[in-house]
C-alpha cells in the first residue's frame, strides 16, 4: 500500500542501472518507496525499493514463483527485474507499472471486491512456496510471546480474550500438518494491494510480504480495511463473519481456522495498539475480531 508523494528523485544509480527517466510522481508506502519510469524505449515500467532499514521481505523471490506458473502470472505483477547492492540499496525491483489511481479499495460493491479477494487467494494459494522461505509458524511464535509482553505491560483485554488467542497459536505452531504446509502466502492481501492494469482488463496483485504455509491467515488483511463498508451494515460482527466466510469459501480455506486466527491477530494487535495508538483506522474492526471466541 502506497500514498503519492512530493519527491520524485529516483536514486541515480538505480535510473543509470535500467537506464530509466522519471514518469510522473512517486509513491510511499509503510516499509518502500515507487516510483513511475520510463525504459529506453518509452516502456511503462516502475521501481520499488524498499527501506534500508527494514528487513528484506522476499517479494521478489514470491513474484518469481507465481511468475512459473500460467494460472498465477496474469495475477501478480510482473516482476521483470532486479538488482542488488547498488551503493547501499539492499535490493531494487523493476516492475510492470498499474494503475495507482484504481485500487479495489475503491470498488463500489463490496461483495464484488471481496470476490476479487477471495478469486486471488484461491489462485496464489496453489503454488509451493521456494526453498528457505520462512514458515508462518514461525510468525506465529513470535507473536505468542508478543501478546505475553504486552499483556503483561497493560492488560487493556479481557484475559478470556488472550487465553483463547495463546491457545489457537499454541495449537496451530504444533501442528504437524500445518508445519508441513510449504503453499506460498501473499501475507498482505487487502483492497490496496490490488490495482487496475493500465489496459484496464484485469485486477493484479501487488506488495507482497510472503510467506509459507496456512493460507488461512491470508483473510485479515481483507476483513481489517474497508470499516466504512462494515460500520454501513448495521452490525459489524455478523458483517465481518458473512464476508470471512464468502471469501473462505471461493478460496477454499477452512473458515474455523481463519477465524481463530482473525482473532489472535486482533489481539496481538489491539495489545500493541491501544496503549500506544488507540486512534489507528485498526483498532474498530481488530476489536470486533478480538471477540471471536467461544
Known amino acids: ?63 518469481r514463483a507465481w511468475a512459473g506458473h500460467a494460472r498465477t502470472a496474469s495475477r501478480v505483477v510482473r516482476l521483470l527485474d532486479s538488482a542488488g547492492d547498488l551503493d547501499g540499496i539492499p535490493e531494487a525491483l523493476l516492475l510492470q507499472r498499474l494503475d495507482a489511481d484504481r485500487p479495489l479499495q475503491d470498488h463500489p460493491d463490496i461483495e464484488a471486491a471481496d470476490e476479487e479477494i477471495a478469486s486471488a487467494l484461491a489462485v496464489l494459494g496453489e503454488v509451493e512456496a521456494p526453498a528457505g522461505m520462512r514458515h508462518m509458524t514461525r510468525q506465529l511464535e513470535r507473536t505468542a510471546e508478543a501478546i505475553r509482553e504486552h499483556w503483561a505491560q497493560a492488560p487493556v483485554l479481557p484475559e478470556r480474550a488472550v487465553t483463547a488467542a495463546l491457545a489457537t497459536l499454541y495449537m496451530l505452531v504444533h501442528d504437524p500438518a ?12 487487502h483492497y490496496k494491494n490490488v490495482l487496475r492494469d493500465l489496459d484496464d482488463t484485469r485486477w493484479v496483485v501487488i506488495d507482497p510480504i510472503p510467506s509459507a504455509g496456512l493460507r488461512e491467515i491470508e483473510v485479515i488483511a481483507s476483513l481489517r480495511n474497508r470499516w466504512e463498508d462494515t460500520l454501513a451494515s448495521g452490525d459489524p460482527d455478523a458483517f465481518l463473519g458473512r464476508r470471512l466466510d464468502r471469501v473462505c469459501e471461493a478460496a477454499a480455506l477452512d473458515p474455523s481456522r481463519a477465524r481463530a486466527l482473525a482473532q489472535a491477530v486482533a489481539v496481538d494487535n489491539l495489545l500493541w495498539l491501544l496503549p500506544r495508538e488507540p486512534e489507528s483506522m485498526f483498532v474498530q474492526p481488530y476489536a470486533v475480531l478480538a471477540t471471536w471466541f467461544d
Open 1 to 63: 500500500m502506497t500514498h503519492p508523494h512530493d519527491d520524485t528523485t529516483l536514486p541515480p544509480e538505480v535510473a543509470e542501472h535500467w537506464s530509466v527517466t522519471s514518469d510522473g510522481r512517486a509513491w510511499r508506502g509503510f516499509m518502500s518507496s515507487v516510483w513511475a519510469v520510463r525504459g529506453p524505449g518509452g516502456e511503462a515500467w516502475a521501481i520499488k525499493i524498499m527501506d534500508a532499514h527494514h528487513t528484506p521481505t522476499d517479494e521478489g523471490l514470491a513474484l
Open 178 to 189: 500445518v508445519c508441513a504446509d510449504r503453499k506460498l502466502c501473499h501475507g498482505d492481501l
